[in-house]
């Protein structure tokens, strides 16, 4: 299993890379961006894609590389995981489909889930009302 999700993080790193989406500076690890959480004491953005999604590779090209996207994401750590690869937690939150948006307050509770495609400014407010709620 430790394989698995190291081949699907060079997978996913990889096609960031192709994809351009390194607009927003995700994170890969899920521990990781919930300890750096709770450290910042900001909230979390969770995507969970598949690279063989279509709407999710649009909202790289057209949502994640917006810069008033970029910018609002400075306020969260965001933390992009495989649904395939990182199953556990994609369970833990309930998600059953990509692409699927979750914000995550430090202590590791929901905010707030969006299930679908965005458009950059659907995607603003969903992070504008996730923020502090």
Known sequence: MRNAKSLGLIALASLTLLTGCQAVPWNYSYDLAMQSAARQRKRVVVLFATASSPECREMDWTVFTDAKVREMMREF?????????????????????VPTLVVLRPDGT???????????????????KNRFN
């Open 77 to 97: 750590v965001p933390v992009r995981q495989d649904f395939f690869v990182n199953r556990p937690e994609a369970d833990k939150l309930g998600v059953t489909q």
């Open 110 to 128: 929901v905010a707030g889930t969006h299930v679908g495609k965005l458009s950059p400014e659907d995607l603003r407010f969903f992070l504008i």
